[in-house]
């Protein structure tokens, strides 16, 4: 998973959560009293999410014995077997299909880009060069793919937001051409808060959104111009995260419908290329910001092929359910995923690639959440759904595939409660919510750390487009409010500067290294904070009978109201 979070710790349910408890949603709090929800409260023992029980689990998915947990290995065998044992020993029921398993189809491409992109085009030409100018793949499944002499268009961010009364496509048909786009949204040039979400990425910032509009349009291929800043990481990222072997979601039309050529270019090529083409990119990167742009033909042709090596297969989501004992058919949902890199290239002299923050520590956190569910008295009202994904380090595979083929209807699923990287480095002051202002969720998880004496506080990095980055958006994407929250911004012991020098450790030396993993020296005590608060606004909404909304200003609100409609 993507760095850039935050999680935390200290005990239980306080009076302030209790009366918290009696507090139903409206459009901007969560405030309505609910006798129901009162009563179950107050009858319901507080229960500790057990520190021992999450350092055992964790000890055990990020050992070397998974092998990485990559999916199409040994090591999702060994995982996913792993996870619905411990499923079947704390008593939770499987799925509606009597497995513990859902089957995620997918297909792995292995692709090998020509080593060259060729660009023509009055009487001037370019050349790209593989990994230093340009990266691509597809999610076309055939042994070649190629684009020959497509013509080139550039179309500003690549966006169609009707909500913010902007259309980089209007008036041009790109059937068959190559588009090339700005990486992030037109909110992120300035300071002018009103365009967008302004400095706050929007989904339209993501890179999967912009190949998604550019195949919606019939667009041959389209290349995203990397930007160090606005994108927020370097191009080294981008670079290994194009090459090897890629996860996709195998589909009907054998990915036919998506664009033939998906690609990055770095900004100096990009400025090569509009050199090429008579335009200055300073001057169109201007032009791209302002509203009403209009995409315009760059006067080029681009050709380059890649050949793919495809091996299809079925991965698998692990789920278990604690049935409702007053609402059993709506559902909340916990999440987290179990797959990570598996044994990849060495790194002093360590090639497993543990993830043990990434997701070792949502693993622990889910499985510790389900025993201390399972050891309440008083059952909740709602059933509750815990569910370990494939795929998320290759795109939120498992979860996007849960939210396409749900097992329970999404109209009826009350939230999803994300965890993804919890920081092992003891209690926080913090509790930061990713995507902050999206939901009434957030209400919730407020109450819940002022009954553990926490400040609640919003994404500190909102221009990197975090909320978009993890299996929660899998949900939101689909209308079930989704919150992923956590602490580790300010160490309740030790201060901001001690974490943020902790984090920067982390993304430089461990982050999707071998180095990620369990170490003896972890104080785990947040994250068992964290796991606590997970659980109690799990209690919270199992024992409600309404359902938290989105806010007015959220993009997930039209999906939602639809899922209510059908």
């Given at each position: 998973?993507?760095?850039s979070?935050?999680r935390v710790?200290i005990p ?18 969560v405030?309505?009293?609910?006798p129901t ?8 023992p507080?229960?500790e ?20 947990r ?18 079947k020993k704390l008593?939770l ?7 513990y398993?859902?089957?995620?189809p ?9 080593p ?11 050349t ?7 990266v691509?793949?597809t ?11 497509s ?5 500003g961010y ?7 009364g902007?259309?980089?496509y ?13 990486v992030?949204?037109?909110?992120n040039?300035?300071?002018?808060s ?11 910032g ?10 919606r349009?019939?667009?041959a291929?389209l ?15 981008v670079?290994s995260?194009?090459?090897?072997a890629k996860l ?8 036919a419908?998506?664009c033939?050529?998906?690609g990055w270019v ?8 509009f050199?090429a ?9 201007a ?7 209009k995409a315009?033909?760059l ?6 092929s ?7 297969r079925?991965s698998?989501n ?9 609402r059993?058919e ?7 995923h179990?797959?990570h890199?598996?044994?990849g ?7 497993i690639?543990?993830?043990?923050v990434?997701?070792?520590t ?5 499985l510790?959440?389900a025993?201390?569910f399972?050891q309440t ?5 709602r059933?509750?759904?815990f ?6 380090e290759q ?15 999404l109209a009826?699923?009350?939230?999803d409660?994300n965890?993804d990287?919890?920081w092992?480095y ?8 990713i995507?902050?202002g999206q ?5 919730y998880?407020r ?6 004496d ?6 500190q ?6 909320f ?6 899998s ?8 919150l992923?929250?956590?602490?580790g911004?300010?160490s309740?012991e ?6 943020a ?25 947040g994250?068992t904070?964290?796991a606590q608060?997970?659980?109690m606004?799990g209690?919270?909404l199992?024992s ?22 059908e």
């Amino acid at each position: 998973m993507p760095v850039s979070y935050q999680r935390v710790l200290i005990p239980l349910f306080g009076l302030g959560l209790l009366a918290g408890c009696q507090r139903q949603p409206t459009a901007e709090t969560v405030s309505t009293t609910n006798p129901t929800a009162a009563a179950v409260a107050a009858a319901t023992p507080t229960i500790e999410v057990s520190s021992a029980d999450l350092e055992g689990y964790l000890k055990a998915v990020s050992s070397d014995e998974f092998q990485g947990r990559k999916p199409f290995t040994a090591g999702e065998e060994k995982v996913t077997t792993y996870l619905a044992d411990e499923f079947k020993k704390l008593g939770l029921q499987p799925g509606p299909n009597g497995s513990y398993f859902q089957d995620v189809p997918m297909v792995e491409i292995t692709a090998t880009p020509a080593p060259t992109i060729q660009i023509k085009g009055k009487g001037k030409s370019l050349t790209l060069n593989y990994k230093t100018d340009y990266v691509a793949f597809t999610e076309q499944e055939k042994p070649v793919v190629a684009v020959q002499n497509s013509p080139l268009v550039f179309a500003g961010y690549g966006v169609v937001a009707p909500e913010y009364g902007w259309d980089d496509y209007a008036g041009r048909d790109v059937r068959g051409k190559t588009v090339v786009v700005l990486v992030n949204d037109p909110g992120n040039a300035g300071a002018d808060s009103t365009v967008f979400k302004g400095q706050a990425m929007t989904y339209y910032g993501r890179w999967t959104y912009k190949y998604e509009e550019a195949a919606r349009h019939g667009a041959a291929g389209l290349l995203i111009v990397h930007d160090t800043k606005p994108a927020a990481y370097p191009w080294s990222v981008v670079q290994s995260g194009a090459l090897g072997a890629k996860l996709r979601p195998q589909t009907p039309d054998k990915g036919a419908s998506k664009c033939a050529l998906e690609g990055w270019v770095t900004l100096d090529a990009a400025k090569r290329l509009f050199a090429a083409a008579g335009q200055n990119y300073d001057e169109a990167y201007a032009a791209a910001n302002t509203k009403g742009f209009k995409a315009r033909p760059l006067g080029l042709t681009l050709s380059t092929s890649i050949q793919n090596k495809l091996n299809r297969r079925v991965s698998k989501n692990v789920l278990a359910v604690l049935p409702g004992a007053t609402r059993p058919e709506e559902y909340i949902i916990y999440s987290a995923h179990w797959d990570h890199f598996g044994i990849g290239k060495a790194i002093n002299g360590d090639s497993i690639y543990n993830g043990a923050v990434d997701d070792g520590t949502g693993l622990a956190a889910l499985l510790s959440i389900a025993k201390a569910f399972t050891q309440t008295p008083t059952k909740p009202g709602r059933t509750i759904v815990f569910l370990a994904v494939t795929g998320e380090e290759q795109g939120l595979l498992g979860s996007a595939y849960y939210a396409a083929h749900p097992l329970y209807p999404l109209a009826k699923t009350v939230a999803d409660l994300n965890m993804d990287m919890l920081w092992p480095y003891g209690p926080m002051k913090d509790l930061t919510v990713i995507g902050y202002g999206q939901s009434e969720l957030e209400e919730y998880a407020r109450d819940a750390a002022k009954a553990q004496d926490r400040y609640i506080l919003p994404d500190q990095n909102p221009e990197t487009g975090m909320f978009y980055r993890s299996d929660h958006f899998s949900f939101a994407h689909v209308g079930v409010p989704s919150l992923y929250a956590s602490g580790g911004f300010e160490s309740r012991e030790k201060g901001k500067d001690y974490v943020a020098q902790l984090r920067q450790n982390y993304t430089a030396q461990q982050y999707h290294k071998p180095q990620d993993q369990y170490d003896p020296q972890w104080d785990l005590r947040g994250i068992t904070q964290d796991a606590q608060l997970y659980f109690m606004v799990g209690q919270r909404l199992a024992s409600e009978t309404t359902f938290p909304k989105w806010r007015a200003t959220s993009e997930f609100k039209g999906a939602r109201d639809k899922s209510l409609q059908e």
